[in-house]
Nanobody, 121 residues
Framework: QVQLVESGGGLVQAGGSLRLSCAAS????????MAWYRQAPGKQRELVAA???????NYVDSVKGRFTISRDSAKNTVALQMNSLKPEDTAVYYC???????????????WGQGTQVTVSS
């Protein structure tokens, strides 16, 4: 079994910063891409930032220059540093990973439980 457990999030004023963390645990052989998604009320879930196993990153345009995704492959963790937060960043943020489990040769998609980020104006 594999789990993604998120931490961080909360309430912050506009212009403030938050850091989200996500740790993958279980029978993991390899983690490929990791990412953060978010879903605001009444909206579809959207990709915020992603990072490959080689460290290549990409971001949705609305967070470029403000958010930074990073990972520690040795610890199977991914983080999202969010600076200059805006009210429109308010959403539930989900950790995501493509993982190959020990003894398997297929990639599976895993999601965290979600963590609320609320930015007040």
């Amino acid at each position: 079994q594999v789990q993604l457990v998120e931490s961080g999030g909360g309430l912050v004023q506009a212009g403030g910063s938050l850091r989200l963390s996500c740790a993958a645990s279980g029978s993991i052989f390899r983690i490929n891409n990791m990412a953060w998604y978010r879903q605001a009320p009444g909206k579809q879930r959207e990709l915020v930032a992603a990072i490959t196993s080689g460290g290549t990153t990409n971001y949705v345009d609305s967070v470029k220059g403000r958010f930074t995704i990073s990972r520690d492959s040795a610890k199977n963790t991914v983080a999202l540093q969010m600076n200059s937060l805006k009210p429109e960043d308010t959403a539930v943020y989900y950790c995501y990973a493509n993982i190959v489990r020990v003894g398997e040769d297929v990639t599976r998609r895993y999601w965290g439980q979600g963590t609320q980020v609320t930015v007040s104006s």
